[in-house]
C-alpha cells in the first residue's frame, strides 16, 4: 500500500466536491469522487468527477467513471467513502471499479453501513486493484459525520446555531407574539447562517420560538433557493397555529411537527391538511418531548443531520441531554439590556462552553459578529 504526494490535494479536492450535497441527499450520504490519470512524469489529470446525485440516481463514482469512460482504465479513483458492495438503488460502485478497469482506489474512510462495512474494500483487492484507506480521514469523517452518527448512533449529528449580544442575550422576555425580536446579527453572518441550513438535512425549533418569532426557517440565498432544509417543530400540546408562516409555506418546504399524544387529534388533522407531517412520539414522565426520542423519530425517517435554531428551552433539553455535537455561537457586538433571555434557559452560556466534553474548533469574524464553534469531543 503507498501513499503517492498528490493522494491528499486528490481527496480534499472529492471532499470539497461532496460538500456541496450535503443537505440533499439524506438518507445517502454526499459522497465525492475524482478519476486522476497519471499521465508521463509527473502531470495528473482528472478525468471525471461525480457527487451522490438524489436518492436513487447514482452514486458518486459511477457518475466519475461515467464521465471518465475508457480514460478509467489504469487511473486512480479517489473517493471520500468506501465503495458500497450492494445492489441497493444502484449496482455496487466497488464492481463498476472493477469493471471500468481502474488500478488504484483511494479511500477516505470506510462505510459503516452494515450492507458495506469492508466488502467494498473487499472486492477491489479481491480483483487485484491498489486500495488505500484513509487518505484525509480527518475531512472526510467530518463530511460523513452526519451519516454515520445516523447509521452507528441511530440518530443525526446535531449543531445548534445561536446569536448572543454582548450582555449574553438571545432575545427579550415577554415580547409579544409576532412582535419583532432585537436582530442580533449583521448580513455576513446572515448569509454563513443560510449556508448552514442549506448544508443540515433539518432545522428545528421548538414551537416557543414559532409563536414568538413566527419565522420561516428557509433558505433564501441568492441562487440557494430550493435548497431549504426539513423545517422540524417540537410541539408536545400541537400548538402551532395554522396562520404561522411555517405552516403557510409547508406545501413548499416540508415541515414536520413532533407531538405527543397530549395534542388535540382534530387540530392534527387540520395541520395534516395544510401539508404538515406529524409525527407522534410518547411524551416524558412531564408531558415534554425528550429530545433523544425525538432525534431518534428524525433518524428513522432518514435525516443524518439537524441544526437547532431556537430557543432556550430546546438548546438547554439538548444540552442537559448531552446531545449537542456542535456550537456555533456568534457574539453579537449589540447589547439588549434589561429583560434578556439567556441562550440556554437556567444555565448559563459560561458553564456551557467550560464544560470539558467541548473543546473550541475554530473562531473568526463575520462583519461586525465574532463566531466561535465547539465541537463535542
Ligand atoms: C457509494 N457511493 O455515492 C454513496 C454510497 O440506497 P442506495 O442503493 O443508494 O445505497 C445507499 C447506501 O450506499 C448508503 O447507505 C451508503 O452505505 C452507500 N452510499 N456509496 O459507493 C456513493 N452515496
Ligand atoms: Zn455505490
Given amino acids: 500500500m503507498t501513499y503517492r504526494a498528490d493522494d491528499r490535494r486528490f481527496m480534499l479536492a472529492a471532499a470539497r466536491l461532496a460538500r456541496r450535497g450535503l443537505g440533499r441527499v439524506w438518507p445517502n450520504p454526499s459522497v465525492g469522487a475524482l478519476v486522476v490519470r497519471q499521465e508521463g512524469g509527473a502531470k495528473s489529470i482528472v478525468v471525471g468527477r461525480g457527487v451522490t446525485g438524489l436518492p436513487g440516481t447514482g452514486h458518486a463514482e459511477a457518475r466519475a467513471l461515467a464521465q471518465a469512460g475508457e480514460l ?3 487511473a486512480t479513483c479517489y473517493v471520500t467513502l468506501e465503495p458500497c458492495s450492494h445492489f441497493g438503488r444502484t449496482p455496487p460502485c466497488s464492481l463498476a471499479l472493477v469493471e471500468a478497469g481502474v488500478g488504484r482506489v483511494v479511500i477516505g474512510i470506510a462505510d459503516p453501513n452494515p450492507r458495506v462495512s469492508g466488502r467494498g474494500i473487499t472486492i477491489l483487492r479481491e480483483a487485484g486493484i491498489e486500495v488505500v484507506v484513509g487518505v484525509g480521514r480527518d475531512v472526510c469523517e467530518d463530511l460523513h459525520a452526519g451519516f454515520v452518527s445516523r447509521i452507528s448512533r441511530h440518530r443525526p449529528l446535531v449543531s445548534l446555531k445561536m446569536a448572543v449580544s454582548a450582555d449574553g442575550g438571545i ?3 415577554g415580547a409579544e407574539p409576532g412582535q419583532e425580536q432585537i436582530h442580533l446579527t449583521g448580513a455576513m453572518t446572515n448569509a454563513h447562517v443560510h449556508a448552514m441550513r442549506a448544508g443540515s438535512d433539518a432545522i428545528l425549533i421548538g414551537v416557543g420560538t414559532a409563536l414568538a418569532d413566527d419565522p420561516s426557517l ?85 435525516i443524518t443531520s439537524v441544526l437547532v435554531e431556537g430557543g432556550a428551552k430546546v438548546a438547554a433539553s439538548f444540552e442537559q441531554a448531552g446531545l449537542l455535537d456542535r456550537l456555533h455561537l456568534i457574539r453579537s457586538a449589540k447589547v439588549i439590556g434589561e429583560g434578556r433571555l439567556g441562550p440556554f434557559d437556567e444555565i448559563s452560556l459560561e458553564s456551557v462552553l467550560n464544560d470539558p466534553s467541548y473543546a473550541r474548533h475554530g473562531e473568526g469574524q463575520w462583519g461586525s459578529d465574532r463566531f466561535e464553534i465547539y465541537r463535542r469531543i
Fill in 72 to 74: 478509467a482504465r489504469g
Fill in 171 to 173: 432575545g427579550r422576555r
Fill in 218 to 302: 428557509t433558505c433564501r440565498l441568492p441562487g440557494m433557493k430550493g435548497r431549504s432544509p426539513i423545517r422540524v417543530v417540537l410541539d408536545s400540546k400541537g400548538r402551532l397555529p395554522l396562520i404561522s408562516n411555517l405552516v403557510k409555506t409547508a406545501a413548499d418546504v416540508p415541515v414536520w411537527l413532533v407531538t405527543t399524544p397530549q395534542s388535540d387529534p382534530n387540530y392534527l388533522e387540520q395541520l395534516i391538511a395544510a401539508g404538515v407531517l406529524v409525527i407522534k412520539v410518547p411524551q416524558d414522565a412531564v408531558g415534554n418531548i425528550d429530545p433523544g426520542v425525538a432525534l431518534a423519530a428524525l433518524s428513522a425517517r432518514g
